[in-house]
């Protein structure tokens, strides 16, 4: 098994295949080795928002990178679909976060102020605004921010398309293949060693999500990742219930095509335990039903979890090592690696072909004291 690659990317969720695509496309022999099937875990768990405005409370230069990520999606979609045939669900119609106290509403003036000064649109809507434009919306609702810029797609469909286009650009996919451990020499990355043999690279990109920590204790012995478990559901309705998704403080309902609503998620830190709990169910069908009664009437489908890739630090582990030559990490996403996964993809191909030069991620890795070069 020991060809030689220019770049060996550690796990095929989308974080590794997003890296794989950009790096195809710009010519380089990619592999991308998956322990399980490419994007089974967390992308595939994903509810799939873009949800730039929805989910960040406070100004981070984080919040730079996923508004410069969201604008890449419209034509990532239509390339992707022409290059794969895979439709990725890209949907652009906005979200609402919604308010159920005078005191919420409030919290959402002073979020949708900051992030008016950055450019980004959104408008305030009285509860009675927001029901002139979806109608079964609950009287509970005192009103909501409207994000029109704010999309959502379907997680696992973006992850295999990114995979695919790596694929048809010359990348080898190596699924049911775990990496043990990186080989180096002299402080110098030669290769991965496989549940299946050497895999040999110039570079190696960690990009395994939340089982990451033994690799990136290359880094350093602080660094690592750990599991955030959400769960979800979805049932469908033919009666069209709402045109766009709802979210309230890390909750969301969101239609999905043919009837689909996605209803999510539960935060639970520290487990690898994937099983859905019926007071889960219980406590995301009680809020959903709060928001959008008409669900009592919904048809049940189906329920999962995923394990969120947290990282220590807070903030995504996305540089080039000091002095190990040829080592890379771009994992730590945690609730935002959909929306984050076309600038991760661009941002890493730019590192490696030392194009890259984003004082913004500079700046929110020096301000948690990462040792990155980047
Ligand atoms: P993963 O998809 O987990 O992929 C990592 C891969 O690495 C896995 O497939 C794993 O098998 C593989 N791997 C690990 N170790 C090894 C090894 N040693 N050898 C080989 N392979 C290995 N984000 C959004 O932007 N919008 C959302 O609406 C959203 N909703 C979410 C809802 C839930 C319930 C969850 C759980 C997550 C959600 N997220 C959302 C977050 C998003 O799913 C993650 O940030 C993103 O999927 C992380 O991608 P990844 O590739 O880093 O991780
Ligand atoms: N971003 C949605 C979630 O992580 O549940």
């Given at each position: 098994?020991?060809?030689?690659?220019?770049i060996?990317?550690?796990?095929?969720?989308?974080?590794?295949?997003?890296?794989?695509?950009?790096?195809?496309?710009?010519?380089?022999?990619?592999?991308?080795?998956?322990?399980?099937r490419?994007?089974?875990?967390?992308?595939?768990?994903?509810?799939?928002?873009?949800?730039?405005?929805a989910?960040?409370?406070?100004?981070?230069?984080l919040?730079?990178?996923?508004?410069?990520?969201r604008?890449?999606?419209?034509?990532?979609?239509?390339?992707?679909?022409?290059?794969?045939g895979?439709?990725?669900?890209?949907?652009?119609?906005?979200?609402?976060?919604?308010?159920?106290?005078?005191?919420?509403?409030?919290?959402?003036?002073?979020i949708?102020?900051w992030?008016q000064?950055?450019?980004?649109?959104?408008h305030?809507?009285?509860?009675?605004?927001?029901?002139?434009?979806?109608?079964?919306?609950?009287?509970?609702?005192?009103?909501?921010?409207?994000?029109?810029?704010?999309?959502?797609?379907?997680?696992?469909?973006?992850?295999?398309?990114?995979?695919?286009?790596?694929?048809i650009?010359?990348?080898?996919?190596?699924?049911?293949?775990e990496?043990?451990d990186?080989?180096?020499?002299?402080?110098?990355?030669?290769?991965v060693?496989?549940?299946?043999?050497m895999i040999?690279?110039?570079?190696?990109i960690?990009?395994s999500?939340a089982?990451?920590?033994?690799?990136l204790?290359h880094?350093?012995?602080?660094?690592g990742?750990?599991?955030?478990?959400g769960?979800?559901?979805?049932v469908?309705?033919?009666?069209?219930?709402?045109?766009?998704?709802?979210?309230?403080?890390?909750?969301?309902?969101?239609?999905?095509?043919g009837?689909?609503?996605?209803?999510?998620?539960?935060?639970?830190?520290?487990?690898?335990?994937?099983a859905?709990?019926?007071?889960s169910?219980?406590?995301l069908m009680?809020?959903?039903i709060?928001?959008?009664p008409?669900?009592?009437?919904?048809?049940?489908e189906?329920?999962?979890?995923?394990l969120?890739?947290?990282?220590?630090?807070?903030?995504?582990y996305?540089?080039?090592?000091p002095?190990?030559?040829?080592?890379?990490?771009?994992?730590?996403?945690?609730?935002?690696?959909?929306?984050?996964?076309?600038?991760?993809?661009e941002?890493?191909a730019?590192?490696?072909?030392?194009?890259?030069?984003?004082?913004?991620?500079?700046?929110?890795?020096?301000?948690?004291?990462?040792?990155?070069?980047?």
């Open positions: 098994m020991s060809k030689i690659y220019d060996a990317i550690i796990g095929g969720g989308i974080i590794g295949s997003s890296i794989a695509h950009f790096l195809s496309e710009r010519g380089y022999k990619v592999a991308v080795i998956e322990k399980g490419i994007a089974s875990e967390a992308s595939k768990a994903a509810a799939g928002l873009l949800g730039v405005q989910e960040w409370d406070e100004y981070d230069p919040f730079d990178m996923a508004r410069k990520s604008r890449m999606f419209k034509g990532l979609s239509e390339k992707l679909r022409e290059k794969t895979i439709d990725i669900g890209y949907e652009e119609k906005g979200i609402y976060r919604i308010a159920k106290s005078d005191e919420a509403a409030e919290k959402l003036l002073q949708m102020k992030q000064q950055t450019g980004e649109e959104s305030f809507l009285s509860g009675a605004a927001l029901r002139e434009k979806e109608p079964n919306v609950s009287q509970s609702i005192v009103g909501a921010a409207y994000y029109p810029t704010d999309g959502h797609v379907i997680a696992p469909e973006l992850a295999r398309a990114f995979a695919h286009s790596a694929a650009s010359g990348a080898e996919i190596y699924e049911q293949t990496v043990l990186i080989q180096m020499e002299h402080n110098r990355v030669t290769g060693v496989t549940s299946e043999g040999s690279s110039d570079k190696v960690i990009a999500g089982w990451s920590t033994k690799l204790r880094f350093d012995k602080s660094w990742t750990y599991p955030v478990k769960e979800l559901l979805s469908k309705s033919y009666k069209p219930l709402l045109t766009i998704p709802v979210f309230e403080d890390g909750f969301y309902i969101v239609p999905k095509r009837g689909r609503y996605v209803i999510g998620a539960t935060v639970k830190p520290h487990t690898y335990n994937k859905v709990y019926a007071e169910i219980q406590y009680e809020r959903a709060g928001i959008l008409g669900l009592k009437e919904a048809e049940w189906t329920a999962w979890a995923g969120r890739p947290q990282s220590q630090h807070s903030v995504p996305m540089g080039k090592h002095d190990i030559q040829g080592l890379y990490s771009c994992t730590g996403h945690y609730r935002n690696g959909i929306l984050l996964s076309p600038i991760s993809g941002y890493m730019d590192l490696l072909e030392e194009k890259q030069t984003n004082s913004l991620l500079d700046s929110l890795t020096r301000r948690e004291g990462l040792a990155f070069k980047n």
